[in-house]
């Protein structure tokens, strides 16, 4: 049973323009959730995180959001540039802030940013 | 420090051989992590060490995978009699236990392809 579903594959987006790349969870246990980005023959690189005591963090052109009573989150990029074309892994932990354990991740979201 | 270093990159073996990864840690990082990610699919949690103690291991991690930590420092993963299955990255990463947060850097990955 998949805990972190990313349900959309792939996503293009026009240079210049938002990207939204959805997360859904289904345990209720998990209380801190990250988002990763991978590009190819690299591993994952830690992009930003949340805590389930927030809704929403932001770093640059990066914000993500977290609704708890629909076990979501996005991940919003404004603007999108064509080096953000990669693939995206939401991931959650559980255990005050995720310290007590692993990280479960999505099967990914693949962003191409097109010029 | 140069990040999460692993070794080999590339493996190329034949059914039946044993094979072992390194990975060396960002040194102060306490906790190291395996995962192995196959195509189309997200990091898949194996096991992690918090020093040198091996705190949980994935139903994934069958008898014939054994990871170690012998000094709490760098970490070995070795699968014995290799299966066509085990074709896969294998990825490393490690963290630095903190209260409310848990941030994983992954390493670079190893490849490894069973014939």
């Known amino acids: 049973d998949q805990q972190v579903k990313q349900n959309s594959p792939s996503l293009s987006v026009q240079e210049g323009r938002i990207s939204i790349l959805n997360c859904d969870y289904t345990n209720s246990m998990f209380d801190y959730f990250l988002w990763y980005k991978k590009y190819p023959a690299e591993g994952p690189t830690f992009l930003i995180s949340i805590s389930s005591i927030k809704d929403k963090n932001e770093d640059g052109r990066f914000t993500v959001f977290l609704n708890k009573s629909a076990k979501h989150l996005s991940l919003h990029i404004v603007p999108s540039q064509p080096g953000d074309s990669a693939v995206y892994f939401c991931a959650a932990s559980a255990g005050y802030g995720g310290s007590q354990g692993n990280l479960i991740f999505g099967k990914g979201t693949k962003l191409s940013v097109k010029p | ?115």
């Open chain 2, 1 to 115: 420090d140069t990040g999460v270093s692993q070794d080999p990159r590339h493996k190329i073996t034949k059914r039946g051989q044993n094979v072992t990864f390194r990975c060396d840690p960002i040194s102060e990082h306490n906790r190291l992590y395996w995962y192995r990610q196959t195509l189309g699919q997200g990091p898949e949690f194996l096991t992690y060490f918090q020093n040198e103690a091996q705190l949980e291991k994935s139903r994934l991690l069958s008898d014939r995978f054994s990871a170690e930590r012998p000094k709490g420092s760098f970490s070995t993963l070795e699968i014995q009699r290799t299966e066509q299955g085990d074709s896969a990255m294998y990825l490393c990463a490690s963290s630095l236990r903190l209260p409310g947060a848990n941030v994983l850097t992954f390493g670079a990955g190893s490849r490894l392809t069973v014939l």
